[in-house]
């Protein structure tokens, strides 16, 4: 079992920055963020793996999220600058993927959720 545990959410204007941390209770070869509007379903945001350091990212945060990890803290971040209203919504952290990294049914662990709104 992996316990995951999120926090750095909070409300912004657009145009600000925000800083996601997820902390893992042990070892995971790949962790990633997801989010959920209301009404929505919960999206693939950016993922990150260990072995070799690869990163991917949704089209519409890309240029504008960074995610990293340190693997002796088994902890990853995620960088939002130049936020936009449409990025307001429930940001999840998961681990351990089997399959796509942008499918939350290829995730077995998740994190409880941090909010993030952004205000026009």
């Known amino acids: 079992q992996v316990q995951l545990v999120e926090s750095g959410g909070g409300s912004v204007q657009a145009g600000g920055s925000l800083r996601l941390s997820c902390a893992a209770s042990?070892?995971?070869?790949?962790m990633g963020w997801f989010r959920q509007a209301p009404g929505k379903e919960r999206e693939g945001v950016a993922a990150?793996?260990?072995?070799?350091?690869?990163?991917y990212y949704a089209d519409s945060v890309k240029g504008r999220f960074t995610i990293s990890r340190d693997n002796a803290k088994n902890t990853v971040n995620l960088q939002m600058n130049s936020l936009k209203p449409e990025d307001t919504g429930m940001y999840y952290c998961?681990?351990?993927?089997?399959?796509?990294?942008?499918?939350?049914?290829?995730?077995?662990?998740w994190g409880q959720g941090t909010q993030v709104t952004v205000s026009s």
């Open positions: 998961a681990a351990t993927p089997v399959g796509s990294w942008s499918s939350a049914d290829s995730y077995k662990y």
């Open positions: 042990g070892y995971t070869y790949a």
């Open positions: 990150i793996y260990t072995g070799g350091g690869s990163t």
